[in-house]
């Protein structure tokens, strides 16, 4: 035993603590002064209670701006050398106080809890352990730090060393949580024993909540925070035979949630939801008080929770974007953002601007460039050692100005002179700079991540910048490998590297190869293959974080090796005709405004059967590792691994249920996940496999047919169509550049009416008139020219299927064996069937595709073509015709679109000309569950709707009252209940959406400002909505793998039957007669001379009937659209005569129990429970934007108010111009 000298050893290392505790004094008072600072600057910006939205990202930034250059000005820049000096001197003197009696350690225990907070509240968690294991040993009998020790093994992934304290401490800890982390260690590491372990480690979990929830003490919140947690990684695991696992997001909301209610009850001023600017976050207070200073267990409890809140908050929005829910991420980003800010901590502040800045790299929609240059400028300044404030548009102080002058600039200005000079404007680090940056960098493995991470961030994730992060991970893990050896108390040992430095890693290889793909970049070999060998490497260090990783970089990879191109000729992208004229000034310029489609390029073709044995070697293992990736982890809705596998499956695969099956898997990712957190556990919203989907499949109805048009991997449009009496049919029909030129064309045309509507200038009534009927004609031609040069011959594919007869199929046998299986049977079918809809030679075309697609020789695709008139008659002979009965006219095609194509009137291409019955639909999921919710609920479709029990709400921002006026006069008729020119009582629409038959909403947008994101989610909805504003229904496409920004996911977790809104920015007057006709044709008028089921109109033929009254049709009549099932008037309501009413009655009963009665889906498709959130959820996303009353022709409409006819107008003669009042399309 070393023998210590009384008078000079002990005289050192008391000075040594006394060191550490002054330091650490120091550090809490400058951070003191700091948070001071930045809770003034709060204060200017926001007041005393600021509401946060979008715009605060701006606003943040200038914050940020703020924090950093008083960050630079102040002594915390001192930080990284003094917490080295201080932690070297603990090291230096452990050993000597382990001999010491209890008393004395217990008093120079305090030295390693307070370095330890230091440690823990800046995110260096690896000394931070070290030190907290330190004092475990030198106060043994602290339960409390022991258990925070735990926490944060198992949080990094320090799975072996957790294991081995907790034996040593078993006898000192409670029993639950002895038992909780037996459990999850035992799941980890023993794959065997995962489904026992489950269902233990989900009973104990059950146990601590509910005894936490009894005592509501900060301890037992920290168990529920901690269990939860744990609960949150099991679903990373593939596959468990009868085993559903938590979902992942529900739990880390739990979780977090705990963790913010423990730092709301301490120090309600870093409370992520106390938005109350007054409220201090100053941490001196709280550890420092007046009455003397906090415990040693305190300040290590504090820094504990601190760390907890912030890690799992950034878990938690990073779970957000990777489930492609972008609403509930956005406003975690800037909840995150805003508490860091408040809490002066500098990785805490970069961490936020990194996840912004990603979230903003990853959604690609009209606001991302905007923020990606703001958030870009924000990185560089704050990483700068000469930090500057952004200038504010009014300056606060205006007599300190001149002052500031120097140090004060547009960062903007600043970052695109330093890009222009071709240089890399961060920080570059230096081991000769003493600056912040680099003393955190050398010093703390957690800032050198982030410090990387924004680096890949500003270079956009380029092949450079990715080879470099791959050295430079070498670097920082044996930088830090050092200090892992401390903590395991062994230097021999080779630790793995930090987790998040694992997980910036792994982020970075997703979007590096992501931006490869979309940039339509060639296989590079050894230079990439060497950085994604790295990369798999690094991310199955600990596969219960970062098995998602490893799946989507696998992914990738095989998608850049093995492209698997489809070289079809209409699959050729297209050269890209720029605009002939930009604007629209008069009629005259219309047909001069929109080029037609460019040209495809002509290929020729070549009809090899096969591949070499190389390739087709190649193909087997792809289809293994594929089909392993699938049924393994069928439960992961994980965005970019699922939305690239399976679309990359469903375009390559030869089996057609396996492809149909996988495309709609591929979809509607976000809200899949948000029912899935609602219900709480995986999967409920999938379906297991091809063989569960072809059994749904084959239940549809009859009358039930679904169209899918979905966006591949490679950006191609692909359109997959669904029958009970069909083999999936799936065709590409677009290359991706076709679809641009599209949508740029179309929402070209949208822009300008809209322009031209808002500032008519010095335009005549009969001026203003005549050049928007213009558009509209002009947008008739497109939409003609898209069902042409788009769709082509795969057009009919959109038109509804129904089941053939003995001689059809017969003839389906015939060409089935003619082409030696290459077309198959339900292609086949549907071939023949679509000869009563399609001309001869427009059958033809679409026959060429498939034997391009199988690559069918000359020979037997000449006997094919002959077949025309036989196939034709055969489908007569069957008693099939275009138009021969009722039920084959209202037979539904439910189009299932991409959010990149879901603004474009689809209704509204010739081929539906004569077929008004069309619907929309968010998800086939949801489909499915809705007929299985439906069969449960005895209802039946056509939906049986009395319009009498009906709740609106009209103008509830008072500012429409033309809308107003003529709505009121309108709604006397019926009997319905609502609220006029202001918002309504939340509790009352969800009465109204549960209770009643249907909601009308008359107002700017789809209403989410008054009728909220949360209200609708949270009810049982039973009402069919009508959201006639300006977009209600618009989805705004954000990348692949999102499902856009929409309100009707909201609805579709509501399950609510039917939607029907606009699609973009429509005329008041027009709207409003659109729906009183739509309304009275559906509702109140009874078809004449029509008996049975047919006597009342179906919604999607009173849809078509306003779209031909429409003033302008297609910029009026085509923006309303109906997601959901068919709907009528229930019988009572139109038809007074007892007897028709009975009749009809009974035809709609039979008629629909006849549609209904096949559909027996499996049982996951009614496991929808409705069920509110937990009282203590945080909310899901902020208010939106308000939008301003319009009160000047200056502001965009919900739809313009009416302008009169130009009958009722002055004359051209006459130098009037029409007046208008715009309505913000702002939700």
């Given amino acids: 035993m070393r023998i210590i000298k009384p008078n000079t050893d002990k005289e050192k290392m008391t000075k040594s603590m006394d060191f550490i505790n002054q330091a650490v004094q120091r550090y809490l008072e400058d951070l003191d002064e700091l948070q001071k600072q930045m809770h003034e600057a709060f204060l200017e910006e926001f007041g005393k209670n600021g509401m946060l939205d979008m715009n605060s990202q701006a606003k943040f930034a200038r914050l940020t701006s703020k924090f950093s250059h008083f960050h630079a000005k102040g002594d915390l820049r001192k930080l990284p050398k003094t917490l080295e000096i201080a932690y070297d001197l603990w090291q230096k003197h452990k050993s000597e106080i382990l001999i010491m009696n209890s008393e004395e350690r217990r008093k120079l225990g305090r030295a390693p809890t307070r370095l330890a907070f230091v440690y823990l509240f800046n995110g260096e968690f690896i000394k931070a352990l070290a030190l907290i294991l330190d004092y475990c040993e030198i106060v043994k009998e602290d339960i409390s730090a022991k258990e925070v020790a735990l926490k944060w093994l198992l949080y990094l992934g320090e799975t072996e060393l957790a294991e081995q304290k907790l034996h040593n401490w078993e006898s000192r800890l409670s029993q639950e949580m002895v038992k909780l982390i037996q459990k999850y260690i035992g799941f980890v590491k023993n794959r065997d024993q995962r489904a026992e372990m489950v269902q233990k480690l989900l009973k104990i979990v059950e146990e601590i909540k509910e005894i936490g929830l009894k005592k509501k003490s900060f301890q037992s919140y920290e168990h529920i925070s901690m269990a939860s947690w744990m609960l949150s990684t099991l679903a990373s695991s593939s596959l468990i035979s009868g085993v559903q696992f938590p979902d992942k997001t529900s739990q880390l909301s739990d979780a977090s949630g705990k963790a913010d209610s423990i730092i709301r009850n301490k120090i309600d001023g870093l409370s992520p939801f106390q938005f109350e600017n007054t409220r201090s976050a100053s941490l001196l207070e709280y550890l420092e008080p007046k009455s003397g200073s906090r415990s040693a267990t305190e300040y290590l409890s504090v820094g504990s929770s601190i760390a907890w809140m912030f890690e799992l908050r950034k878990d938690l929005t990073l779970s957000y974007i990777n489930s492609a829910q972008s609403r509930e991420a956005m406003s975690a980003l800037i909840v995150n953002w805003r508490i860091a800010l408040k809490s002066g901590c500098f990785l805490r502040i970069l961490q936020s601007v990194n996840l912004t800045q990603y979230y903003w790299n990853v959604i690609n929609d009209g606001d991302s460039v905007n923020y990606r240059s703001i958030l870009a400028a924000t990185s560089v300044n704050m990483l700068s050692p000469d930090a500057m404030i952004v200038r504010c548009s009014t300056p606060i102080n205006e007599e300190n100005q001149t002052k500031k002058k120097d140090e004060t600039m547009m960062l903007t200005e600043g970052i695109s002179d330093l890009s222009i000079a071709g240089s890399s404007p961060l920080h570059q680090i230096s081991k000769t700079c003493y600056c912040f940056t680099c003393a955190m960098y050398s010093s703390s493995s957690n800032f050198a991540s982030e410090y990387q991470f924004a680096s890949m961030i500003y270079f956009n994730f380029n092949q450079q910048a990715m080879s470099e992060f791959e050295k430079i991970f070498i670097k920082i893990r044996e930088n830090t490998m050092k200090y892992q050896c401390i903590l395991h108390g062994d230097e021999k040992i080779r630790p793995r590297p930090p987790l998040n430095l694992n997980i910036i890693f792994g982020i970075s290889a997703i979007r590096w190869l992501t931006l490869k793909i979309e940039g339509k970049e060639k296989y590079d070999g050894p230079a990439s293959k060497k950085i994604v060998e790295s990369a798999l490497k690094i991310v199955r260090y600990v596969p219960s974080r970062t098995k998602e990783l490893f799946l989507t970089i696998s992914q990738l990879y095989r998608q850049i090796e093995h492209p698997q191109n489809m070289n079809l000729s209409w699959m050729q992208p297209i050269d890209n005709r720029p605009f002939l004229k930009m604007s629209i000034e008069s009629a005259c310029d219309i047909f001069r405004a929109v080029s037609p489609f460019g040209k495809s390029k002509k290929i020729a073709f070549d009809f090899e059967e096969n591949g070499n044995g190389e390739e087709l070697d190649v193909k087997n293992r792809l289809k293994k590792e594929l089909s392993y990736d699938m049924n393994r982890f069928n439960h992961t809705l994980y965005r970019e691994w699922r939305s690239q596998l399976f679309t990359y499956i469903g375009r390559t695969t030869s089996d057609q249920w396996e492809a149909a099956y996988s495309w709609i898997e591929s979809t509607s990712i976000g809200t899949r996940n948000s029912l899935q957190q609602k219900i709480g556990q995986t999967g409920s ?36 169509k669904l029958h009970s009496d069909r083999t999936p049919i799936i065709m590409p029909i677009a290359h991706e550049t076709k679809m641009m030129e599209m949508m740029k064309k179309f929402q070209h045309l949208l822009m300008e009416d809209e322009r031209i509507s808002k500032n008519p200038g010095n335009r005549t009534a009969e001026q203003f008139w005549e050049t928007r009927k213009a558009i509209d004609a002009r947008m008739k031609s497109l939409v003609d020219e898209i069902q042409k040069n788009f769709l082509g011959c795969a057009a009919a594919l959109l038109l509804p299927s129904t089941k053939l007869g003995r001689k059809c199929l017969e003839n389906a046998a015939r060409y089935e064996k003619c082409t030696k299986g290459a077309i198959r049977i339900g292609e086949a079918k549907e071939l023949i069937y679509l000869t009563t809809k399609m001309t001869e030679n427009e ?115 008072n500012n429409l009252g033309e809308t107003k006026k003529r709505m009121m006069e309108y709604i006397k008729k019926f009997q319905w209940e609502g609220t006029v020119g202001a918002a309504p009582n939340q509790s009352e629409v969800v009465g109204a959406l549960e209770n009643k038959d249907a909601f009308f909403y008359f107002g700017h947008g789809s209403g989410s400002k008054h009728v909220t994101r949360q209200t609708i989610k949270q009810s049982k909805c039973n009402a069919i909505s009508l959201l006639m504003g300006c977009g209600s229904v618009k989805t705004v496409p954000q990348g692949i793998g999102f499902d856009g920004k929409s309100v009707l996911q909201d609805y579709v977790v509501a399950k609510c039957p039917l939607v029907v809104g606009c699609l973009w920015t429509v005329t008041d007057g027009e709207i409003d007669r659109y729906l009183m006709s739509m309304v009275d044709d559906c509702f109140v008028r009874k078809c004449e001379g029509k008996e049975g089921i047919d ?17 302008l049709k297609f910029l009026t009549g085509a923006s309303v659209v109906m997601y959901g099932f068919p709907i009528v008037s229930k019988p009572e309501s139109v038809i007074s005569s007892k007897s028709d009413e009975m009749r009809v009655a009974q035809t709609i009963d039979g008629y629909n129990r006849k549609a209904l009665s096949s559909i027996n889906l499996p049982q996951q498709f009614s496991e929808f429970p409705i069920s509110p959130l937990p009282s203590n959820a945080p909310p899901q996303s902020l208010s939106d934007s308000t939008a301003s009353a319009a009160k000047s022709p200056k502001f965009v409409p919900r739809r313009l108010r009416q302008i009169p006819s130009a009958e009722t107008l002055p004359t051209s003669s006459s130098s009037a111009t029409p007046t208008r009042v715009l309505r913000s399309t702002k939700k």
């Fill in 843 to 957: 059958w033809k075309e679409l026959l060429d595709r498939f034997g391009e697609m199988r690559k069918i020789g000359e020979k037997e695709m000449n006997m094919l073509k002959s077949s025309y008139h036989v196939c034709l008659n055969s489908v007569k002979n069957d008693g099939i015709s275009s138009s021969s009965s009722i039920s084959q006219q209202n037979n539904y095609s439910y189009l299932n679109i991409c959010p990149e194509l879901a603004q474009f009137c689809w209704e509204k291409l010739p081929i539906f000309s004569n077929h008004p019955y069309v619907c929309r639909v968010i998800s086939i999921h949801a489909l499915f569950c809705q007929l299985e919710t439906l069969r449960d609920s005895n209802k039946e479709v056509p939906l049986q709707i009395d319009v009498q029990k009906a709740y609106y709400v009209l103008d509830p921002e």
């Fill in 685 to 720: 919203v999938t379906i297991e496999s091809p063989q569960l989907f072809r059994k749904c499949v084959e239940k549809m109805a009859n009358e039930m047919t679904v169209v899918q048009i979905a966006r591949a991997d490679d950006g191609n449009i692909y359109l997959i």
């Fill in 1095 to 1111: 006597k009342l109109r179906q919604l999607s033929e009173a849809m078509e009937t306003a779209k031909s009254k429409s003033k």
